[in-house]
C-alpha cells in the first residue's frame, strides 16, 4: 500500500449490504479506515468524532467507511447500542458503512496488520489504518496508528483540505502545520516569470540566508 497504488476492486460486506468498492466510491473521494475492535472505547471516541464530522466530509465530496476484522453481527449490535453516544457524549447517529472482515482478508489485502501478526489467522486486531482514496482509485495518503493512539479528525479533514487544493491547483504544496486560508508554498520548478498568471493576487518571495530563493508562497488560492 505505497502512496500511488491502485486500491483494488474487493467486495466487502457491510453494514449497508454488500459493496464493490469501485461502485461505492463511484468519484468521489474516500476514507478507508479501521478500527482494532467493536465494543473498545478508543475506536468507540474515533466513530463517535467522524460522526459529529459527518457534513465536514461531505462537504467536501469525501464518503467515509470503517472496517474491523470482527462480524457483521457485532457492528450492528455496537453501533444499535449507541456505545459511541454513552462513551463520547456525541449526540449524532453513525451514518457510514462498516465493514465486517471477520476472515481478515481484507486487513491482509490493505496491508492493515501488525508486522508480528501478519502470518498469525488468529490475531485479528487490525491497525488504526487510515487511507484517503482519490477519485482515481488511487492512494493518495496513508495514516497508520497503533491501538493505543486514537486519531485526529480535524488532522484527517486538514490532510484532505491540502490534498484537494493541491490536487486542484498542481503549483503549490502546504508547509507544516498549514490550515485552509493561510499561506501556501509554490513549487520550485514554477518559473518566477509565470507567477504573475498563476497568482495575479500576487506572491511574496522570502529572502533565505543562503542568497536562493527558494521559498515563495501566496495565499491566492
Ligand atoms: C480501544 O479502542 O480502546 C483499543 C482497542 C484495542 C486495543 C487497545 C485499545
Given at each position: 500500500m505505497r502512496l500511488g497504488a491502485t486500491i483494488p476492486n474487493f467486495t466487502a460486506e457491510t453494514t449497508q449490504g454488500r459493496i464493490k468498492f469501485y461502485d461505492w466510491l463511484g468519484d468521489s473521494w474516500a476514507v478507508l479506515f479501521s478500527h482494532p475492535?467493536?465494543?473498545?472505547p478508543v475506536c468507540t471516541t474515533e466513530l463517535g468524532r467522524i460522526a459529529v464530522h459527518d457534513h465536514e466530509f461531505k462537504k467536501r465530496g469525501v464518503k467515509v467507511i470503517a472496517h474491523s476484522c470482527d462480524k457483521l453481527r457485532s457492528h450492528t449490535d455496537w453501533v444499535n447500542v449507541r456505545h459511541q453516544i454513552v462513551l463520547s457524549g456525541y449526540s449524532r447517529r453513525l451514518s457510514l458503512p462498516i465493514i465486517g472482515d471477520e476472515k481478515r482478508e481484507l486487513a491482509v489485502l490493505l496491508d492493515m496488520i501488525y508486522e508480528d501478526s501478519?502470518?498469525?489467522?488468529?490475531?485479528a486486531l487490525t491497525v488504526r489504518a487510515l487511507y484517503i482514496i482519490g477519485p482515481d482509485k488511487k492512494l493518495k495518503l496513508s495514516m497508520q496508528y497503533p491501538a493505543s493512539t486514537g486519531r485526529n479528525v480535524d488532522e484527517i479533514l486538514r490532510v484532505i483540505d491540502s490534498l484537494q487544493l493541491t490536487t486542484r491547483l498542481k503549483v503549490v504544496a502546504t508547509p507544516a502545520n498549514w490550515t485552509p486560508g493561510t499561506k501556501v508554498m509554490i513549487l520550485p520548478h514554477v518559473k518566477d516569470e509565470d507567477l504573475p498568471k498563476l497568482f495575479p493576487k500576487g506572491v511574496e518571495k522570502i529572502s533565505m540566508p543562503s542568497g536562493i530563493t527558494y521559498v515563495r508562497t501566496t495565499t491566492d488560492y
Open positions: 475492535a467493536d465494543f473498545t501478519k502470518d498469525n489467522e488468529e490475531a
